[in-house]
């Protein structure tokens, strides 16, 4: 070889090197999404903030999440670096404020690239969340229990303290469906969102977080809802809404794609962390593979409830089935986000090692056939299937006691769901079957005429249920 030839390699190779370093060192575009706001954002006018009632808050400010810091402020680091690891684990409202401002500030700095950019942020969170699991399963027991109760007292401040008409609430406030609706704002679900999702999973049983979702997922679509069909920017045209592909076009020509992609992947992100810190196990989701094991397919039922109250008021329409099935959800997804979460068949060995950690016969050695292969898509894909119908039906059959649903694992401290105090007795709903409510909270459902907080249906009754695995 020539000298001018390996000259010319050396530069190649240099440049190449610092081409794929500078793609390596803003992932998330976050050098571009600084000088966009650098240029354009400008404070609100003083009548502007007495008006909204919220001071302004620059689009750069710091934000804190746990053992991740997103430095945004500072001109002296770039791109990834932005993201610092700490020793400690701090938390507050404020930084999910601006957590949620972040986001929607960053997917709608431009035009282009929309679904890309809703991609980039939730990819970034599922960096935060890996950082977050990791390093608190990491942690003594000790550490452990003080970053679980540091949790715990940022989500009962907010959950549990709000007041109305000078009345504490407690939780009944979310459970409030017309009151969220009407006097919520974008900013308020999408705190309470956030907060549910990094705050839930340190402290809730699984099958309490699940209820508490269930319930975010209603106020957070028919608030988000109720606001866009006062401003005119769904149709009031059934048909407009007739398959998940319909329903996703409507949502994103009103700009609700990525409010819904948010609600999608942090509920993806607090079911899979919830594992994670009850087995200890590492994280080690991408986004791709969160959407394909953890997708909330109860969702689509929901958001299509919530749309159609709205198109000819008094009428009520039977939901489709296809937004009861797996198939619906991944279509909706994949227009939401992009992201086609449909399970794909692993790739044929090519006589490669495989790893056995997880599935393997007795003595480790695995055998895989050609017919194997062919029919793992289909497996995955009943096992999907399978998933989603034992969701829908623990939808139905949630709190009456069954496998545990009221408290969870055996020995657990069983709390209330609205009201969080521990249960002396359950009480059960008769007209849906929703049970694992305290007195208190049961006799106010029913004497202050509210619908049950799960499934909406009036409530007029209720009745205390033994519960076999109390002490």
């Given at each position: 070889m020539t000298i001018e030839c390996a000259l010319k390699m050396l530069v190649f190779s240099v440049f190449l090197f610092f081409y794929q370093q500078g793609l390596a060192n803003d992932t998330y575009d976050l050098e571009e999404f600084r000088q966009h706001q650098k240029k354009n954002w400008k404070?609100?006018?003083?009548?502007?903030?007495?008006?909204?009632?919220?001071?302004?808050?620059?689009?750069?400010?710091?934000?804190?999440?746990?053992f991740v810091r997103l430095n945004l402020a500072s001109d002296t680091v770039s791109g990834d670096e932005r993201l610092e690891i700490c020793d400690d684990y701090e938390i507050s409202e404020q930084d999910f404020n601006r957590l949620n401002n972040f986001y929607f500030d960053y997917v709608n700095v431009t035009e282009q690239s929309r679904k890309l950019r809703i991609q980039r942020m939730l990819r970034l969170m599922n960096f935060i969340f890996t950082i977050n699991i990791n390093r608190t399963n990491g942690k003594n027991p000790e550490d452990k229990r003080r970053i679980n109760a540091i949790a715990e007292s940022l989500f009962e401040k907010n959950f549990l303290s709000e007041s109305i008409n000078d009345g504490s609430e407690h939780y009944f406030h979310y459970y409030d469906f017309e009151f969220t609706a009407s006097h919520y704002s974008y900013d308020d679900v999408n705190k309470d969102l956030f907060l549910m999702t990094f705050l839930g999973p340190h402290f809730l049983l699984q099958n309490e977080l699940y209820d508490h979702f269930k319930v975010l997922h209603n106020s957070y679509t028919r608030t988000s809802y109720y606001h866009a069909f006062e401003r005119e920017l769904l149709s009031v045209n059934i048909n407009e809404y007739h398959s998940p592909q319909s329903l996703a076009n409507q949502l994103d020509t009103a700009e609700l794609d990525a409010g819904t992609a948010l609600l999608i992947g942090l509920t993806a992100m607090a079911s899979a962390a919830i594992q994670r810190i009850n087995s200890g196990r590492e994280w080690q989701e991408t986004l791709e593979t969160l959407l394909i094991n953890y997708l909330p397919y109860d969702l689509l039922d929901v958001v299509y409830?919530?749309?159609?109250?709205?198109?000819?008021?008094?009428?009520?329409?039977?939901?489709?089935?296809?937004?009861?099935?797996?198939?619906?959800?991944?279509?909706?997804?994949?227009?939401?986000?992009?992201?086609?979460?449909?399970?794909?068949?692993?790739?044929?060995?090519?006589?490669?090692?495989?790893?056995?950690?997880?599935?393997?016969?007795?003595?480790?050695?695995?055998?895989?056939?050609?017919?194997?292969?062919?029919?793992?898509?289909?497996?995955?894909?009943?096992?999907?299937?399978?998933?989603?119908?034992?969701?829908?039906?623990?939808?139905?059959?949630?709190?009456?006691?069954?496998?545990?649903?009221?408290?969870?694992?055996?020995?657990?401290?069983?709390?209330?769901?609205?009201?969080?105090?521990?249960?002396?007795?359950?009480?059960?709903?008769?007209?849906?079957?929703?049970?694992?409510?305290?007195?208190?909270?049961?006799?106010?459902?029913?004497?202050?005429?509210?619908?049950?907080p799960f499934c909406r249906e009036a409530s007029l009754s209720v009745i205390r249920v033994i519960d076999m695995s109390l002490p």
């Open positions: 404070p609100p006018s003083e009548k502007q903030q007495s008006c909204t009632g919220q001071p302004a808050i620059p689009p750069l400010e710091n934000i804190r999440i746990g409830r919530n749309i159609v109250i709205h198109c000819h008021a008094g009428r009520s329409y039977p939901v489709p089935i296809v937004m009861f099935t797996v198939n619906g959800m991944h279509e909706f997804t994949h227009s939401i986000l992009g992201i086609d979460p449909t399970p794909v068949s692993p790739p044929e060995r090519r006589g490669h090692s495989v790893d056995s950690s997880e599935s393997s016969d007795s003595d480790g050695h695995i055998e895989e056939t050609d017919t194997e292969h062919e029919d793992a898509s289909k497996v995955i894909q009943q096992q999907n299937e399978l998933i989603a119908e034992l969701r829908r039906e623990l939808a139905i059959q949630s709190e009456r006691g069954e496998a545990g649903a009221v408290g969870g694992a055996s020995g657990a401290v069983k709390k209330c769901p609205l009201c969080r105090t521990p249960l002396e007795d359950i009480m059960l709903l008769q007209s849906c079957g929703h049970a694992g409510f305290c007195k208190n909270c049961a006799e106010r459902i029913i004497n202050e005429q509210r619908d049950c």
